[in-house]
């Protein structure tokens, strides 16, 4: 019996707070690596996303796409180096780096926190502890893409990935 010939589209790369809608083709039932059921997917999140696919004769396949961070997200007027998030007028740099980075326009900043590419938090730098949030220190960290959460006085947040080299 024939595979079915499955297929995902949609855009494969978003900026921090931004969304994409993925379409699976060429089947007759999809489930998604989310459990969803539909032929579409909401995604706000970058990493592999994974549909298996069902003919109307029951064989399955299943495919998969990788939804990035592209470069250049935020004001393409930034100077080279920096990241600007979304929401917020603040920025992260330097962006690659190897022993700290600094928060620009930090004015209404109460809080950054560090992620590891799992999601998981490394640490919670507060305005008591960096009153600034200059030199926020990650040289003990190993090489790798981290992300950056910058929470401001309202409780609006911007999400940025760091590169650390």
């Known amino acids: 019996m024939p595979l079915p010939h499955a297929n995902i589209t949609g ?3 978003i900026c921090p707070g931004q969304s994409t809608t993925l ?3 060429g089947g007759g039932t999809y489930l998604w690596h989310t459990g969803a ?3 579409t997917l909401l995604v706000n999140t970058t990493g592999v996303k994974t549909v298996t696919v069902t003919g109307v004769n029951g064989c399955q396949r299943i495919v998969s796409v990788t939804v990035t961070i592209p470069n250049g997200c935020g004001d393409p007027n930034l100077p080279a180096g920096k990241t600007m998030g979304p929401l917020l007028p603040v920025y992260i740099y330097p962006n690659p780096t ?3 980075f600094n928060v620009g326009n930090a004015s209404d ?3 950054v926190e560090i992620f590891d590419y799992t999601g998981r938090l490394l640490r919670q730098v507060q305005r008591t502890e960096n009153a600034e949030f200059n030199d926020i220190d990650i040289k003990l960290y190993v090489q ?3 992300f950056i959460r910058i929470i401001k006085t309202d409780n609006n947040f911007s999400l940025f990935k760091l590169i650390k080299e």
Request: without cysteine; proline residues 0%.
């Open 11 to 13: 855009s494969l790369q």
């Open 23 to 25: 379409t699976a083709s």
């Open 37 to 39: 059921t539909t032929s």
């Open 98 to 100: 190897t022993q700290s």
């Open 109 to 111: 900043v109460i809080m």
């Open 144 to 146: 790798g893409t981290y």
